[in-house]
């Protein structure tokens, strides 16, 4: 081979390796069958809607299926980091999460989580600090909720919400905003997701003669606990956290979920909501996409993975100033810039992140719903 032959055959090698780092990789995570599927399939559909480049940067997306299964969820995230991969969105379960926070951490690889439970970032410590979550945390929601409570004359609350970090939260933030509103947790009862039976755990609640009860839990197991309840008779108002904010809650809770009040995103009353909200359009657009590709509307955990892209597309344009994706120097200089994120209009409300605040949502990310004539409506 002539010396210029070898010159242009390394010019060319060097060109295709400059390629191929400059597209950025994210894995993705979801709960898409398994117990927790309800979940995970609607954030596993989002994935197609991802944006598909960052600045001049493509984005390659590779999804994985967890199955619902925290052991499966470690398995997937040592893949996707042996793989390369530059940031992680996922996984779709608070218990999945919490068992891969080191894992990501040590790697130093951003995780974007989808998840419900504050405890994903707090206490936010060494290893948290590469985690990111993409739904409001529980203080946000759950003040609406007390809020409500306190102006409706609730003295007494009831509680009952699933035995993982998920209920362990929920129930922590509960009796703190409770108390200072002057209402006292009067039960708590705690069941595990895959249980087929609440009896017990309904009649001790009504034992205690709440003038409320709050559900905490993820999915369709937020539906056994409230239609239980109704089944014993339970005269109080039932409230509902973000992790019933899926259409498949009306579906299965049927009547007996009717007048059920939770606080959640705008997606699940967009017709209500003023145009003047600032993720209105956002929330629309996504809608829309997923409609036009599934013939369906998305539960808002889907929108929570479609954030997830957002941020990222925010964040990578300024993450590669510092260096090629694939790199330690990216990945870093990535979680860096998610930290910095201002103002960001998304589906689920506005992100303005910080070094203490790896959620970012305010008050723009909640509405006080109720269900009415068997569809969501805004609470007024």
Same mark, same amino acid.
């Given at each position: ?21 400059? %597209? ?18 609607? %954030? ?12 001049? =940067? ?49 790697? %130093?690889? $951003?995780? +974007?989580? $989808? ?10 410590? *060494? ?14 929601? @759950? ?49 595990? &997701?895959? !249980?087929?039976? +609440? ?8 034992? /205690? ?35 019933? @904010? ?19 995103? =705008?997606?699940?009353?967009?017709? *209500? ?23 369906? *509307? ?15 597309? @925010? ?6 100033? /510092? ?19 201002? !103002? +960001? ?17 305010? *008050? &723009? ?11 969501? &409506?805004?609470?007024?």
């Amino acid at each position: 081979m002539t010396m210029k032959r070898k010159i242009c055959a390394l010019v060319a090698g060097v060109c295709l390796a400059v390629t191929a780092q400059a %597209q950025v990789k994210v894995g993705v995570v979801t709960s898409s069958s398994g117990p927790i599927a309800l979940v995970g399939i609607p %954030q596993k559909n989002s994935v197609d809607l991802l944006p598909a480049k960052a600045g001049d =940067l493509d984005i390659q997306y590779i999804s994985l299926d967890d199955a619902s299964n925290p052991t499966a969820s470690v398995t997937a995230f040592k893949k996707l980091i042996g793989d390369g991969v530059d940031a992680i969105i996922g996984p779709s379960g608070t218990p999945n999460a919490m068992g891969v926070i080191q894992i990501a951490a040590e790697a %130093q690889v $951003p995780m +974007l989580a $989808p998840v419900g439970s504050s405890a994903v970032i707090l206490p936010l410590t *060494e290893q948290k600090k590469w985690v990111f979550k993409t739904t409001q945390n529980d203080d946000i929601i @759950a003040s609406a909720l007390i809020d409500h409570m306190a102006s409706s004359g609730v003295k007494t609350l009831g509680f009952v919400g699933t035995a993982d970090p998920f209920g362990e939260s929920w129930l922590n933030v509960t009796r703190e905003l409770a108390e200072k509103a002057g209402i006292k947790v009067v039960a708590a009862e705690r069941f595990q &997701r895959q !249980d087929t039976s +609440l009896t017990a755990q309904s009649i001790k609640l009504i034992a /205690a003669r709440p003038d409320a009860i709050l559900v905490a839990a993820p999915g369709s197991s937020s539906v056994l606990p409230q239609t239980t309840l109704v089944d014993q008779k339970y005269p109080g108002q039932i409230y509902q956290t973000h992790g019933a @904010a899926l259409n498949d809650f009306l579906k299965l809770g049927g009547k007996k979920v009717e007048g059920t009040i939770l606080a959640a995103s =705008l997606m699940l009353v967009m017709d *209500e909501v003023p145009d003047s909200h600032p993720s209105k359009t956002v929330a629309r657009k996504y809608i829309d996409d997923y409609k036009t590709k599934y013939g369906s *509307e998305p539960a808002t955990f889907g929108a929570n993975v479609y954030d997830a892209g957002l941020l990222l597309q @925010a964040a990578i344009p300024e993450a590669a100033k /510092a260096g090629q994706p694939g790199t330690v120097a990216f990945r870093q200089a990535l979680r860096d810039a998610l930290e910095q994120i201002k !103002d +960001l209009p998304a589906t689920q409300g506005v992100y303005t992140m910080t070094a203490e605040d790896h959620s970012g949502f305010d *008050e &723009r990310g909640r509405e006080l719903i109720v269900v009415k004539d068997g569809t969501w &409506r805004l609470l007024k």
